[in-house]
């Protein structure tokens, strides 16, 4: 089974930057794609980046040109770069892995962005 834990979640001003990490562990072989996902209060789970495991990245629009999503193979970590942050990028940010057949989900990490 594999393991995910976010980190580098907090309270930052509109304008601000915020890295993510996401660092996986147990069966890590078997994980392919891995992604950024954010829940909002009242809102829907919605997709932000994901990343292939040979790189290949896909963004929501509403974070394009802002977020950067990278991953370290050797180092079993997935990270979110969140710059030029705005006030409705305030949710709890999850981060997936996909392996073979299941898809694996850490346990969030609150990302709140003021006026």
């Known amino acids: 089974q594999v393991q995910l834990v976010e980190s580098g979640g907090g309270l930052v001003q509109a304008g601000g930057s915020l890295r993510l990490s996401c660092a996986a562990s147990g069966s890590t072989f078997s994980i392919n794609a891995m992604g950024w996902y954010r829940q909002a209060p009242g809102k829907q789970r919605e997709l932000v980046a994901t990343i292939s495991s040979r790189g290949s990245t896909n963004y929501a629009d509403s974070v394009k040109g802002r977020f950067t999503i990278s991953r370290d193979n050797a180092k079993n970590t997935v990270y979110l770069q969140m710059n030029s942050l705005k006030p409705e990028d305030t949710a709890v940010y999850y981060c997936?892995?996909?392996?073979?057949?299941?898809?694996?989900w850490g346990q969030g990490t609150q990302v709140t962005v003021s006026s």
């Open positions: 997936k892995a996909d392996s073979q057949r299941y898809p694996y």
